[in-house]
């Protein structure tokens, strides 16, 4: 962790809330992205990962200082996503296992597309069930190691990389069927 | 050493997450084996691809906008639990006023009083039972907690 972090979540848990607008102005891109790819709605996941910026600070005192935030917040944007997703299956009276719709575009203020490859690698990721998504997103864009990934999902490290190794495998095969 | 027995070793490889012995034990595999050099080379490639794409950096003024929503938030959340608390008291000792005066009133008829009566314990009963709802489903619920560390 950097210092600066390390600096400045000591100041969030003395109760600086000025402290914590530096955290998250560091984290907003990265959180909104990730929440994006779970929800799939732009919108959603502003309200969704700003949601989870003030749970977090609501327990900033239960963050051990000298571990990373990030995945710790990443943890917590989590249960907030899924949370939606199962209020929004139940009003819907869908499994959770359908997952939010595949997106036919990104959303440009939340990804980047250099080129016409990462929107197709863009509109694969959202084609993937939610468990891939996830872990896509966790590992990728989001920047955890399989500790980090095994702490926010509350599995084991193990289970993280079959599921990495099967999400990679999923994508890669989406994207294969597509170009051919 | 079969292909089998590495699977998704391989993943673990190119994050290089793999136990030093592991990855010695993976690489010698790979001398020998063409099915899983392949898959390495696609495994890495498209890790490479994943990791020159990122989310949208959110411009200064989106991120002034997002902050202050957050503490808008902040804010709010002291201003929504005093104002709760201060509502269910008022509303308790209002109601328990209320239903006080109704019953103590020679007036009005008995069958209205226990009409009241009844409404009121309703009430109770139903507030009581859904709490208690909420409560049991938040003990199970392990997406409704927060992180502890």
Known sequence: MDETEAALIERCQGGDQDAFGGIVRKYAGAASGAAYLMLGCREEALDASQEAFVRAWRHIRRFQPGTRFYPWYARILRNVCISRLRSRSRRRTVALAADPPARSDADPEILVERSERERRVWQAIFALPLAHREIISLAHFQGLSYKEMAEALGIPIGTVMSRLHAARRALRTKLAGEES | ?149
């Open chain 2, 1 to 149: 050493m079969t292909c089998d027995q590495f699977g998704d070793r391989i993943t673990a490889y190119v994050d290089g997450e793999l136990e030093p012995l592991e990855r010695t034990r993976f690489e010698k595999h790979l001398e020998t084996c063409d099915v899983c050099r392949r898959e390495l080379a696609e495994t890495k490639a498209l890790k490479e691809e994943l990791d020159m794409m990122t989310f949208k950096e959110p411009s200064d003024a989106a991120l002034r906008r997002y902050w202050q929503s957050v503490y808008n938030r902040l804010e709010r959340g002291l201003g929504w639990i005093l104002f709760s608390v201060g509502a269910i008291l008022l509303l308790c000792y209002g109601g328990f006023k209320l239903v006080e005066e109704i019953v103590r009133d020679p007036t009005i008829s008995v069958v209205l009083k226990a009409g009241v009566v009844a409404l009121v314990f309703g009430v109770v009963i139903l507030f009581v039972s859904l709490l208690r709802e909420r409560l049991t489903v938040r003990k199970v619920d392990r997406y409704s907690k927060e992180v502890e560390r």
